[in-house]
């Protein structure tokens, strides 16, 4: 089993800044791809960036050039900066990532959240 647990989220006022961590645990051989997801009270969960194996990484339109994912793949962390925040990116933050948890064996697991308040 995989377990995620994320942090670094907060209140900050609008401009600010915020970093959120994911870091995955247990019977691992490899992490493929990370992502981070977000939902807002009443919309659908988005993607908000992904990242993988080599490093290539993916943004949604609303937070290209704000936004920036990494990874640590020695430590199994995800990493999200996010500057310039704006009051439209309140929501709650998730990670997921897709892990080798066998020989040929790949499923993919969430994390529990973190809230992220932009106050304008």
């Known amino acids: 089993q995989v377990q995620l647990v994320e942090s670094g989220g907060g209140l900050v006022q609008a401009g600010g800044s915020l970093r959120l961590s994911c870091a995955a645990s247990?019977?691992?051989?490899?992490?493929?791809?990370s992502a981070w997801y977000r939902q807002a009270p009443g919309n659908e969960r988005e993607l908000v960036a992904s990242?993988?194996?080599?490093?290539?990484?993916n943004y949604a339109d609303s937070v290209k050039g704000r936004f920036t994912i990494s990874r640590d793949n020695a430590k199994n962390m995800v990493y999200l900066q996010m500057n310039s925040l704006k009051p439209e990116d309140t929501a709650v933050y998730y990670c997921?990532?897709?892990?080798?948890?066998?020989?040929?064996?790949?499923?993919?697991?969430w994390g529990q959240g973190t809230q992220v308040t932009v106050s304008s």
């Open positions: 247990g019977r691992i051989f490899s992490i493929p791809a």
């Open positions: 997921s990532v897709r892990a080798q948890v066998g020989t040929i064996r790949y499923d993919d697991y």
């Open positions: 990242i993988n194996s080599g490093g290539i990484t």
